[in-house]
């Protein structure tokens, strides 16, 4: 749901509650009015000529008690309610012909898939693609995936852990290891520990980059609905954010889609 779906939803259950807590909310307390004193201390008045008084005719009007709840701004309900039900209505009938007559943002459907080299520490430039490519065409599916090595390497890459891990069991216990195999130390053992410390780190060293070798590739390769739209293999380059967006809008464009 994007952001007009959400203010088209979100409106008028705003402007419902409103009207609800309108017509409930109870009446705000009157103003207090002063009382006279009990018992009014009288006030020395001068001696004057007092004017003659004359009968007044008081009006008896009734006088009705005030209700004990008042809605407030009774007039802009109606048009609160009026406001909510054209908004649904709209909504409704944006959904309606959207999916009647496929009409939507620019990337719904579509999905871009980007196979990186994961040890080449290509993992950046990946999120920074997808960030673009998801501003670009709203609604699009953008994967990140690890670009398998080829099938020799990938066998290689699991042996050379056990490997790795042979000789440096052998180096650490190998004067127990080959008396009980029956066998006699090879000549390398002898000089692997003369120095342990120095023969297991350049093992390690040399393991960890040899498997590294292995599994890097060098690829960053985009496809778009299964269809390869750039290839770093092939370019020995890194794709313009510029470039990939127009590639990626033209082969939505041919597919049916909408495209820059």
């Known amino acids: 749901m994007d952001r007009t779906q959400i203010f088209l939803v979100g409106l008028p259950i705003f402007l419902f509650c409103s009207d609800i807590l309108n017509l409930f909310a109870p009446p705000p307390p009157p103003k207090p009015t002063p009382h006279p004193s009990i018992h009014p201390k009288p006030h020395p008045q001068p001696h004057l000529d007092q004017p003659l008084e004359f009968p007044v005719q008081v009006s008896h009007t009734p006088q009705f008690p005030s209700p004990k709840f008042t809605i407030l701004h009774p007039w802009p309900t109606p048009i609160f309610f009026l406001l909510s039900g054209i908004f649904l209505i709209i909504f409704f009938l944006f959904n309606f012909l959207q999916k009647q007559s496929g009409i939507g943002p620019i990337g719904v459907g579509n999905t871009v898939n980007i196979d990186f080299c994961t040890s080449c520490s290509y993992k950046g430039n990946a999120v920074t693609i997808k960030n673009m490519l998801e501003s670009a065409f709203?609604?699009?599916?953008?994967?990140?995936?690890?670009?398998?090595?080829?099938?020799?390497?990938r066998i290689l890459g699991k042996v050379v852990p056990v490997v790795q891990t042979g000789i440096i069991v052998a180096i650490v216990a190998g004067d127990q290891i080959f008396p009980r195999l029956g066998m006699t130390p090879p000549p390398w053992y002898y000089s692997l520990r003369a120095n342990k410390f120095r023969s297991i780190a350049s093992t390690w060293l040399l393991t960890n980059f040899l498997q590294s070798f292995l599994q890097s590739t060098g690829a960053f390769e985009v496809y778009c609905n299964g269809n390869l739209v750039f290839s770093k293999l092939k370019e020995n380059r890194f794709p313009g954010e510029i470039e990939l967006r127009e590639l990626v809008g033209r082969r939505l464009a041919n597919e049916g889609g909408v495209g820059l």
């Open 138 to 153: 709203p609604g699009i599916n953008v994967v990140l995936a690890n670009y398998p090595p080829p099938l020799p390497k």
